[in-house]
């Protein structure tokens, strides 16, 4: 990925601090040509530079060449690498950690994808989507999704068999009106723990509390 950094308000002075000549180097003022081939650049590239704010000692006009200080575009020019480092570095991050978080990866995948390349992060989860996608047309994975309405719809019967269970055993051992509470409490509790497992194991947190027993056999809802 190319990354074009424009240069905002700077003060030269700082950056002559920051990023002196090279040892030996005259600060001696240059034309363009000259302040070019000092950084090893073209031309074109230096006038795209002045754009962008490489400082000028003296601006070119009506015959009249351009002069550079080389230690000011020296020290722009360190600087201005730099900056297009940082910003590369930033926009590697940030494509890492988005392709990470699309191949869905733990903190030891994580650990192991991180001498990878942004690129090759990327040019990773997409065979991985591929290879998902693929199995799923085999019938080897199933989406969340369905696996969630399976086990709703067994849910559902589990629900039906154990409400008409506490209403069979007060009717065949003939259970008194405690017996019948402790059972249909018993049986409560089974159906929100079956519920709050299932909620946990496909991701969604706890179960909200329902009302069981708000209408009796006639009410299925979960």
């Known amino acids: 990925m190319r990354v074009v950094v424009v240069m905002p308000e700077i003060d030269t002075a700082d950056l ?43 601006e070119g006009g009506n015959g009249r060449e351009y002069a550079f200080s080389p230690a000011d575009c020296y020290a722009w020019r360190m600087h201005r690498d730099a900056e297009t480092r940082a910003a590369k570095s930033a926009a590697d991050t940030a494509a890492a950690q988005l392709a990470m978080a699309f191949r869905n990866l733990d903190e030891d995948d994580a650990n192991a994808a991180s001498g990878l390349t942004a690129r090759q992060i990327a040019e990773e989860a997409e065979a991985d989507y591929k290879y998902q996608r693929a199995a799923e047309q085999r019938g080897e994975l199933t989406r969340t999704a369905r696996v969630r309405d399976l086990f709703e719809d067994m849910l559902v019967e589990f629900r039906r068999t154990v409400t008409t269970l506490v209403d069979y055993c007060e009717m065949e051992f003939s259970l008194d009106p405690e017996e019948t509470a402790k059972l249909e409490s018993r049986c409560d509790g089974a159906l929100m723990r ?19 027993h708000a209408a009796r056999q006639n009410d299925l809802g979960l």
Do not use: H
């Not at 497992?197 to 329902?210: P, Q, S």
């Open 16 to 58: 002559r601090r920051r990023y002196p000549l090279p040892e030996g180097v005259e600060d001696a003022p240059m034309n363009r040509a000259q302040i070019a081939r000092a950084l090893n650049v073209s031309d074109n590239t230096i006038t795209k530079w002045i754009a962008q704010g490489l400082p000028v000692l003296e």
């Open 194 to 212: 079956a519920r709050s497992n299932l909620e946990i194991a496909i991701g969604r947190g706890a179960a909200e509390t329902v009302p069981l």
